[in-house]
């Protein structure tokens, strides 16, 4: 049975009951489990070590998604001029909006993406700017699940002369002491704890569909999505879809520091830009699912969808084994979660429905 570790704040007892409880239930699960409130924290679980490291990736993508905030806040990216605007080289007729909203349809390329390629977000980039879409503008959105930090990160590389990842890290990472990491420093290896597959099989989906373009499932060899992070290549290069390394302690904290700040600093996003950056954009179909809705803000995924309890501006992002990180403007809550196996079936955890819900429970009472 795995023991639950660490504290909550008065208040939050509830949380720990609820944390612990799942863990009893997954045993064979190593969880982390932060929050703060306000710039404090008050939640910091785990059921084995706190300090450990592992893949964490789609959440990467909100770390990905808050560099281009800040360029958007500070005026150097309008989100309503083409993409060409600021990368000339890029073939396709979208907007910087649309391209956030993942309806570029750039899913991926003819062919998929090496190991090596695919790790590699500047390669990645160079491959997209050429590549035919999959759909035509207009009409629909689909996830570009591997391939949206590279994009959006060629924009920043374009307006500032640094990289997603250099930009990162030095306006959010080192100085808010975040351990939240897009290019994992070699010295923080022995800190890595490599994510494990699942016990339940798993049925990826059939590679020449846009869902297996989007895994990268047709290139040869096709991209195993569990083993992804555990590559030393993708963690030394922090590729900004799904390369991220973290702890629950590490994601709660970058999104306390965008929503409020972190012991007495500064928040980084402003109330509009966070308002312009969680809300949806128009319902359109979902290319790849065949649901017709909208998941997506200016990147964020849209949270009220499946937490009706959070408040409207909720912004933040799930990942793949289960991980979650977001922020609640309405609850002045910012939360991380993390799991080092790769949860059944597709990897959406659903302990995260009982934790999130706890927090926003203690909050309100």
């Known amino acids: 049975m795995s023991l639950t570790h660490g504290t909550v704040a008065p208040g939050f007892e509830k949380v720990r009951e609820v944390f612990a409880a ?20 008050v939640v910091d679980l785990s059921t084995g070590d706190p ?6 990736f789609s959440v990467t993508k909100g770390a990905a998604y808050l560099v281009v905030a800040l360029l958007v806040q500070d005026g150097l990216i309008d989100v309503d001029r083409s993409v060409r605007h600021y990368w000339p080289q890029f073939t396709s007729d979208v907007t910087v909006r649309e391209l956030l909203g993942h309806r570029a349809g750039l899913i991926g390329v ?10 590699d977000d500047r390669i990645i980039a160079e491959r997209l700017a050429k590549q035919r879409p999959y759909w035509p503008r207009g009409s629909g959105y689909g996830y570009h699940a591997l391939v949206i930090g590279a994009l959006a990160g060629e924009i920043v590389r374009r307006v500032t002369g640094r990289s997603l990842q250099q930009t990162y890290e030095q306006r959010v990472r080192a100085p808010y002491d975040i351990d939240f990491h897009l290019g994992l420093p070699a ?3 022995p800190r890595y704890h490599p994510v494990r597959s699942s016990t339940v099989e798993e049925l990826p989906p059939d590679a020449g569909s846009l869902a297996g373009i989007a895994l990268n499932r047709h290139a040869d060899p096709p991209t195993y ?5 555990n590559s030393r290549t993708v963690r030394r290069l922090g590729q900004a879809s799904a390369g991220g390394v973290a702890n629950a302690r590490g994601i709660a904290r970058l999104y306390a520091a965008a929503l409020s700040g ?11 830009t966070i308002t312009d950056f969680g809300t949806p954009g128009e319902p359109a179909p979902d290319l790849l699912t065949g649901v017709t809705g909208n998941q997506f803000g200016l990147g964020y995924e849209a949270l009220t969808i499946r937490y009706p309890f959070l408040g409207p501006a909720a912004f933040g992002h799930f990942g793949a ?3 979650l990180g977001f922020a609640d403007p309405r609850s002045g809550v910012a939360y991380g979660y993390t799991r080092d196996r790769f949860a059944p079936p597709d990897g959406g955890a659903v302990e995260n429905d009982q934790f999130a819900a706890a927090v ?3 909050v309100d009472a």
Request: glycine fraction near 14%.
């Open 110 to 119: 003819d062919g998929g993406f090496g190991p090596r390629e695919i790790a």
């Open 262 to 272: 972190v012991e007495g600093s500064p928040p980084l996003l402003r109330p509009r």
């Open 321 to 323: 084994a289960g991980s």
């Open 187 to 189: 010295e923080l290896e």
């Open 225 to 229: 999505l569990p083993a992804f992070p």
């Open 360 to 362: 926003i429970q203690a």
């Open 22 to 41: 799942e863990a009893a239930r997954q045993d064979d699960v190593g969880a982390q489990l932060a929050v703060y409130r306000d710039g404090r924290q």
């Open 51 to 56: 300090d450990a490291l592992t893949g964490v």
